[in-house]
């Protein structure tokens, strides 16, 4: 188990019942973002990683 599945596991505890929009993730992560700006470059990672998730699907 890694480290961060515990914040993983309490996301899915806390608000694992709730929808979201991708808008509202979005704005999210832009807070956080300003919040903790040393985290720029892995919150840009997942949010590329998670935007392009289904492009190896449509190369088929």
């Known amino acids: 188990m890694y480290?961060?599945?515990r914040?993983?596991?309490e996301l899915t505890d806390r608000r694992g019942?709730?929808?979201v929009s991708l808008t509202w993730l979005a704005?999210?992560?832009r807070e956080f973002v300003d919040l903790n700006p040393e985290f720029e470059t892995p919150v840009e990672r997942l949010a590329t990683w998670l935007?392009?998730?289904d492009d190896d699907e449509?190369?088929?």
């Open 3 to 5: 480290f961060t599945d």
């Open 7 to 9: 914040g993983i596991e």
């Open 17 to 19: 019942e709730e929808e």
């Open 27 to 29: 704005e999210r992560l």
């Open 51 to 53: 935007a392009r998730l």
């Open 58 to 60: 449509d190369d088929d």
